[in-house]
């Protein structure tokens, strides 16, 4: 069993719709939570980090952390074509030492059809 | 900042002979990664070094990967001899000490090994 899963899509919705990415960890000891989108031929680049339980919104985005159910969740509100591209939660257990390795999921792939 | 640079974009070569992929971390940044992508295992981290010197090597897969980091601003990953299974997408990732534990990509080498 992988240290993190991620359905891995693809998800097609319609402009506008709500979208719900998810992921789920076996290692208690994360604390540090973010999502990665990946654009076709790009590199990576953060999009949402959070700390511990709980939520962060910017903008349109919103992350949630369940710590306790070891599940953590990326809502995009009003989705866009722009949004299309792949999704990938990562994780770490801090921020120096071994905290600096991120284990990161699958990805999910994400279209948003006009 | 022009980013994490890398450089080839993209590499076709023969199984048996030698590649070397190569990094320019984001100037200022003490941390640099190497992972690999692919449609099945997704982003695995090879290797990653802290102010030059390798801190975990225990991703690199095989004795035929190699990498290094002469200074600060340039690291090389190197795979002799190829084989078509290293055909993947690879990844160079920075980072400062400070601050949040984010790394910043670079837009990959697309590695094709016929």
């Known amino acids: 069993q992988k240290e993190v899963e991620q359905d891995p899509g693809p998800l097609s919705v319609p402009e506008g719709a709500i979208v719900s990415l998810n992921c789920t960890y076996s290692n208690s000891a994360f604390q540090y939570f973010m999502w990665y989108r990946q654009y076709s031929r790009k590199g990576p680049e953060l999009l949402m980090y959070t700390y511990s339980s709980g939520n962060k919104e910017d903008g349109r985005f919103t992350a949630q952390v369940d710590k306790s159910s070891k599940y953590i969740s990326l809502f995009i509100r009003d989705s866009q074509p722009s949004d299309s591209a792949t999704y990938l939660c990562?994780?770490?257990?801090?921020?120096?030492?071994?905290?600096?390795?991120?284990?990161f999921g699958t990805g999910t792939q994400l279209k948003v059809e006009l | 900042d022009a980013g994490v640079i890398q450089s080839p974009r993209h590499e076709v070569t023969e199984m048996g002979q030698e590649v070397t992929l190569r990094c320019k971390p984001i100037s200022g940044h003490d941390y640099l990664f190497w992972y690999r992508q692919t449609m099945m295992r997704g982003l695995e981290l090879l290797i990653y070094?802290?102010?030059?010197?390798?801190?975990?090597d225990s991703g690199m897969p095989e004795d035929r990967f190699s990498a290094k980091m002469p200074n600060a601003s340039f690291s090389t990953l190197k795979i002799q001899p190829s084989e078509p299974r290293d055909s993947a997408v690879y990844f160079c990732?920075?980072?400062?000490?400070?601050?949040?534990?984010?790394?910043?990509f670079g837009a990959g080498t697309r590695l094709s090994v016929l």
């Open positions: 070094f802290n102010n030059n010197v390798p801190i975990d």
């Open positions: 990732a920075s980072r400062s000490y400070r601050g949040k534990n984010i790394q910043y």
């Open positions: 990562a994780m770490s257990e801090g921020v120096t030492g071994g905290g600096n390795k991120l284990t």
